[in-house]
């Protein structure tokens, strides 16, 4: 049998949601990621991973002058990093606080993408 985090996710966790993070700053992505998964269990959820997607690396080359040095030219690139983190639901808990938290206040300089898996409808509660 068993025991623990992933024996307990086995027995009685339900896959609820994957949030995708994208950031620009390598460590930006780590820290939201850790923040995201120290703040799960509050509302009563496990998180799986911190997986790493493949980096997304954008590339273009610019011209320097465009009339007397044209072999002169400039590159840049942008570093688009992307992290996965799993969601699951224990003890028949739903985990809307959480994903209203996430939608709420969403971090500073990160992109989330949040899928939810669900057999039947989900709605977040109103705030009044």
């Not at 780590?30 to 998180?47: H, M, N, Q, S, W």
């Amino acid at each position: 049998m068993l025991d623990g985090v992933i024996g307990k996710l086995l027995r009685c966790g339900k896959r609820v949601a994957s949030i995708r993070l994208a950031s620009i700053h390598k460590t930006h992505a780590d820290e939201v990621a850790e923040a995201i998964r120290a703040e799960a269990p509050k509302y009563g959820c496990l998180t799986s991973g911190l997986i790493r997607m493949p980096t997304n690396i954008r590339r273009w080359t610019v011209n320097r002058s465009h009339f007397v040095n044209s072999k002169s030219k400039e590159s840049f690139e942008m570093r688009r990093h992307q992290r996965l983190i799993e969601v699951f639901a224990i003890d028949k808990s739903e985990p809307a606080g959480l994903i209203h938290a996430l939608m709420e206040r969403p971090p500073l300089g990160a992109y989330l993408t949040i899928t939810m898996h669900w057999e039947e409808p989900f709605e977040l509660p109103l705030r009044s």
